[in-house]
């Protein structure tokens, strides 16, 4: 994961495009990492579909665009960091109110 330090583009692009469906952005994120005393990533959610459909954006531009020598494994497992150290929190179907 030494290369998300030096590239300072491609953080900013993979948090803003997790961030994209509940209107924030990386800049938005930074300037102010508590909300409403909560952590950014903590405070937002997602679904497990929002997962999913990000999972697979996130393994198919590193594996196409930033590291192309990457394997589908290799990448895999650059999301589960990238994910444990700043994905958001799951949004449960019993923490919906219908």
């Known amino acids: 994961m030494g290369?998300?330090?030096r590239d300072g583009a491609l953080i900013k692009a993979l948090v803003d495009k997790m961030l994209l469906?509940?209107?924030s952005d990386y800049?938005?994120?930074m300037a102010n990492p508590m909300i409403e005393n909560i952590p950014?990533?903590?405070y937002y959610t997602w679904t497990q579909e929002s997962i999913d459909v990000?999972?697979?954006w996130f393994i198919n531009l590193l594996r196409f665009e930033v590291r192309p020598k990457f394997s589908k494994r290799m990448a895999e497992k650059e999301y589960s960091w990238f994910?444990?150290?700043c994905g958001l929190k799951v949004l449960?179907?019993?923490d919906i109110n219908c």
């Open 21 to 23: 469906h509940v209107g």
């Open 54 to 56: 990000y999972k697979d």
């Open 3 to 5: 290369y998300y330090k």
């Open 40 to 42: 950014w990533f903590d």
């Open 27 to 29: 800049n938005a994120v």
């Open 92 to 94: 449960k179907n019993e």
């Open 83 to 85: 994910n444990l150290f």
